[in-house]
């Protein structure tokens, strides 16, 4: 004769099986790739990027004469190297850090105002 269960063990199984799924999900980052961009942040003022993220634990200023390196590549594809006028460009990279992962985003002042330039997501442990 089979084993039956109470409602209350069967409830508790489950139970326990999505709060571990739950934590799995939430450990392992599974929605996100190990690197992506925030197409949502693209265009905004950086006021309205600090209202909605809080102060950067990290906050760079540069040229993109300086801009060197495969993780700032992408600012290229806005500012190609070859065009004498984008040496002197500035760019503002702030950079918040949580526990699994960090974000970077990258402003340029085009009409006096910074605005989100360039974003990227990336994992602990990514090096670029």
Not at 25 to 52: A, C, M
Request: glycine share 6%; net charge positive.
């Amino acid at each position: 004769m089979p084993k039956r269960f109470s409602l209350a063990t069967v409830l508790a199984g489950i139970s326990l099986i999505a709060v571990s799924l739950g934590v799995a999900v939430w450990y392992f980052d599974i929605p996100h790739k190990p690197v992506e961009k925030l197409p949502r942040l693209h265009g905004q003022t950086e006021r309205s990027v600090l209202n909605r993220l809080g102060k950067p634990d990290q906050k760079y200023e540069f040229t993109m004469d300086d801009a060197v390196g495969e993780f700032r590549i992408e600012l290229y594809n806005t500012y190609p190297p070859n065009s004498p006028n984008n040496s002197t460009v500035e760019i503002r990279e702030l950079t918040w850090e949580y526990p699994r992962y960090k974000l970077t985003v990258w402003l340029h002042r085009p009409n006096g105002t910074w605005t989100v330039l360039d974003t990227c997501r990336y994992r602990n442990g990514i090096m670029f």
